[in-house]
């Protein structure tokens, strides 16, 4: 199946600092991506639609200056997370669409934030 | 928006024996139904998905049933094996709009040798 990376893989920051979580898929074009976001033994939490070349769709009750999506090119989505605080402690999982293909969404494999 | 809810929240069963974990979606609109194992710290993966224009589909273990007049769908796993202790989460989508998963809440699946 297609591939999606995340890096990194896992990050430690301190809080008030930002942080940027890239999301990349390797051999195919995606127009958009997904941003989740996964709490201890919660669901998936979709927070973003990520389109090429245009802004990103939030859902209801994400920040949107706080959490910066940038999908500037084909196979690249960024997230940042500005000015960090505990509560914003996760899982981020990045997903991507193929257009190519039926349905299926591709997973990266996600990045553990902790902010101290 | 899209609701989806996911039941039991936890499954214990011995192995060898069949395992059900039931969902429901609220949107008449999805149309495309995964399923997803997801081991402690990674990604989410695929195990069996169903579109809205079939009613049951298999592979091997695993199977999906789909009841879109009642807006339910469930995962079937037989023959249960330690292995397959993991939590699954169950995703509605729809091809319009942002065309993004909704997932339910999830099961944790314990197997028992």
């Known amino acids: 199946g297609a591939v999606v990376s995340q890096h990194p893989s896992r990050v430690i920051c301190k809080s008030g600092t930002s942080v940027k979580i890239e999301c990349r898929s390797l051999?195919?074009?995606?127009?958009?991506m997904f941003w989740y976001r996964q709490f201890p033994k919660q669901s998936l939490m979709l927070m973003a639609t990520?389109?090429?070349?245009?802004?990103?769709?939030?859902e209801q009750g994400v920040e949107k200056d706080k959490f910066l999506i940038n999908h500037a090119s084909l196979t690249l989505s960024t997230l940042t997370v500005t000015s960090a605080h505990p509560e914003d402690s996760s899982f981020y999982i990045c997903?991507?669409?193929?257009?190519?293909?039926?349905?299926?969404?591709?997973f990266g494999p996600g990045t553990r934030l902790t902010v101290t | 928006g899209e609701n989806v809810e996911q039941h039991p929240s936890t499954l214990s069963v011995q192995e060898g024996d069949s395992a059900v974990i039931k969902c429901t979606y609220s949107?008449?609109?999805?149309?495309?139904f995964p399923w997803y194992k997801q081991e402690l710290g990674k990604r989410p993966q695929l195990i069996i998905d169903?579109?809205?224009?079939?009613g049951e589909k298999k592979d091997q273990r695993i199977a999906v049933t789909l009841n879109k007049t009642a807006k339910h769908f469930s995962l079937h796993i037989t023959e249960t094996q330690p292995e397959d202790s993991a939590v699954y989460f169950c995703?509605?989508?729809?091809?319009?709009?942002?065309?993004?998963?909704?997932f339910g809440s999830g099961t944790r699946l314990q197997v028992q040798p």
């Open positions: 997903s991507a669409r193929d257009p190519g293909g039926i349905s299926q969404q591709y």
């Open positions: 051999d195919f074009q995606a127009t958009t």
């Open positions: 990520s389109n090429e070349g245009s802004k990103a769709t939030y």
């Open positions: 949107d008449s609109a999805s149309n495309y």
């Open positions: 169903i579109r809205s224009n079939v």
């Open positions: 995703a509605a989508r729809s091809d319009t709009g942002r065309r993004a998963l909704t």
